[in-house]
């Protein structure tokens, strides 16, 4: 599924609509509901993700449909 | 953040990386994929509330495209946690009047057809549970779903009997099946 931006982020309020803190029963978008269930599900830490599926992910999210977000 | 972004990143490409760890497991563990499966299914009142909101035949189509590949895993108790969450999909999306965008899916090139028959080929065990989906999907175009749809994917003639020698039985079982030459007559 290719991850449009507007369905990882609130088209009104353009924030993300998961965060650390967001539940399965909180995501909004479709998108937002397999995100957050696969990160709870598959346990994915930093060290079971090399730097290139990182900054895939970062271009795919917010790079290229101009949300701005600065990573941790 | 962090974990939400590589959970996202497995989501990319046409699902190609979710597809890779779910066929094949997180470094050939499975436990994790059949619980997320099983999470899904829980949590699945609230996914229709999305699919409702979204209003898109679009979002429909992808979220069962984002679960495809655990039909074709190559552990059956994975397959099995895949079926049962689209046999629950399927009545549900019928009762939500949103079926005719998933029978799209489920014909198209690489689509739902594709991976039952994947499915079968891989874990003959599952083939009751599997006939009773690919009825419910495919109820729309029964003639056709076994005859011209299955032979566009198994081209070779004795494949194609040996699938339909396998699926005869549960579908002669089949309340759903049963219901839908009622119609026909």
Known sequence: MLIPSAAVTSQKSEKPDVDGETTIGETTSTTGFFIVSLAKNLSLTPKQVNGTLIHLTYDLLFKGCGFTCRRK | MIFFLKAAALLAGG????????????KGDFEPIVLWYQDVYANINHLMSLLVKEESPEAVTNVLQVLKPGLMSKEEEVAQAAIKLYLKLAIDLLSLDLMAPAAEWFFCENGGLFACLVCIKRHPETVENITTMMVQFGAS????????????????????????KLILRPLTDSEYSKEEVNTLN
Do not use: C
């Open chain 2, 15 to 26: 699902n190609k990386y979710l597809a890779h760890v779910v066929i094949k497991g997180v």
């Open chain 2, 141 to 164: 175009n029964m003639f056709d779903l076994f005859t011209a749809e299955m032979e566009k994917h198994l081209t070779d003639p004795l494949e194609y009997l040996n699938h339909v």
